[in-house]
């Protein structure tokens, strides 16, 4: 087992050694038992591996328990995955977000199936290979699949580094050295529980806010410990906000209780997922020529305020038109009706429900039934 001192490794003040075994004998009392995660002593799927992580990138656990399970229970095997129906891999994965997870999902699936049998590739660089797993997923494949000395480093990883070495360098700008600094600290052996280790050890203990310092199995050698103030790393560069845009979105309702949607095209932002009819999503968009957009030619009523939501790069403010049709009026080409009750069926992301939510919340009683 390796031990890392941490003035060598970083050139800063440091109150000792660290010990990789300290914080994998912390791991073996309290990790987190999540459903993902193989019990002790049995080796991890690595089809399981790889969707919770896919599934937990920009995205809490919390959120997450609740879809792999469902998701886990519609495709069971890497084989089912593969040859599943976009549409219905992206109906699974609907209010999740960062859709283009779901597509790079499938298309890996299917690499994965083609090239390879159904079963991963072993080793970080065959996994870089495959559609949708960068560095991060790769490694963490890599050592907790098939306990390879490789180093996965998520947010809650940054974070640990970040304070035990008392990193100035602000993030973003800072990923290449953390990514260094972990390496250094990533034993030989059990190198997938270390991780997992590293990543409950941010989540529970040494979080963004209070972090709870007096349980921590490496206090004593942490830096920023020292400091009395461990909130203050990692150090990050002022965030640039992206500028709003705005559009407006249209919602048909016809007398049988159906709402129009249509699907949106595979590139893109939301890309397949289903929606409904928009206009586009400018910094420069004016309600004057929403109407232009507008998917059917009807009396249409605009509802007062606004939906929002944030995308990764940019807010969105939508403005809700709202008609009510009679249930004799088709679906223009390439756009169908779906009932109400049948939405939860649909890929429909949660902006769209968001939009869809506010029409039918505006809709008086009798008109509903």
Same mark, same amino acid.
């Given at each position: ?54 599934? /937990? ?40 977000? @960062? ?14 199936? %083609?090239? @390879? ?21 790769? =490694? ?17 990883? %940054? ?35 270390? =991780?997992?280790?590293?990543?409950? !050890? ?28 461990? %909130? ?42 289903? %929606? ?13 020529? =929403? ?24 807010? /969105?403010? !939508?403005?809700? @038109? ?48």
């Amino acid at each position: 087992m390796s031990r890392v001192n941490l003035a060598a490794a970083a050139g800063r003040t440091s109150s000792g050694v660290v010990d990789p075994s300290a914080l994998l004998d912390w791991y073996d009392q309290n990790r987190r038992d999540l459903p993902w995660r193989a019990k002790m002593g049995v080796r991890p799927d690595p089809y399981h591996v790889w969707l919770s992580e896919i599934m /937990l990138q920009q995205t809490r656990v919390e959120t997450v328990v609740r879809y792999y399970e469902r998701f886990l229970k519609r495709f069971p095997t890497m084989h089912k995955l593969a040859r599943a129906p976009l549409g219905d891999v992206l109906q699974a994965w609907a209010g999740l977000g @960062y859709y283009a997870r779901a597509r790079n999902l499938h298309a890996c699936a299917r690499r994965v199936v %083609e090239e @390879y049998g159904g079963c991963f590739p072993g080793t970080e660089e065959a996994l870089r290979e495959l559609p949708g797993i960068g560095a991060y997923t790769a =490694a963490a494949i890599a050592a907790i699949a098939f306990c390879q000395k490789a180093t996965p480093v998520d947010g809650n990883i %940054e974070r640990v580094v970040a304070r035990l070495f008392r990193l100035e360098t602000p993030l973003p700008g800072a990923k290449s050295e953390l990514q260094q600094l972990a390496s250094t600290l990533t034993p030989n052996d059990r190198a997938g529980d270390f =991780a997992q280790s590293m990543m409950d !050890l941010g989540s529970t203990i040494c979080t963004p806010k209070n972090p709870s310092c007096q349980l921590c199995p490496w206090r004593r050698n942490c830096a920023a410990y020292d400091t009395a103030n461990p %909130e203050s790393y990692p150090r990050r560069a002022p965030k640039i906000e992206g500028k709003v845009r705005r559009g407006a979105a249209f919602v048909v309702l016809r007398a049988d209780s159906s709402i129009l949607l249509r699907k949106r095209p595979e590139r893109g932002l939301l890309g397949g997922m289903t %929606e409904v009819a928009t206009t586009e999503w400018s910094s420069e968009f004016s309600d004057n020529n =929403a109407m232009k957009s507008a998917p059917l030619k009807s009396k249409w009523r605009r509802l007062p305020g606004y939906v929002r939501h944030a995308f990764t790069h940019f807010p /969105l403010e !939508l403005t809700v @038109y709202v008609t009510e049709v009679a249930r004799t009026v088709r679906a223009p080409k390439g756009e169908k009706f779906v009932k109400i009750e049948n939405l939860a069926g649909e890929a429909l992301p949660s902006l769209m429900r968001k939009v869809i939510a506010q029409a039918i919340d505006q809709i008086p009683l009798k008109e509903k039934t």
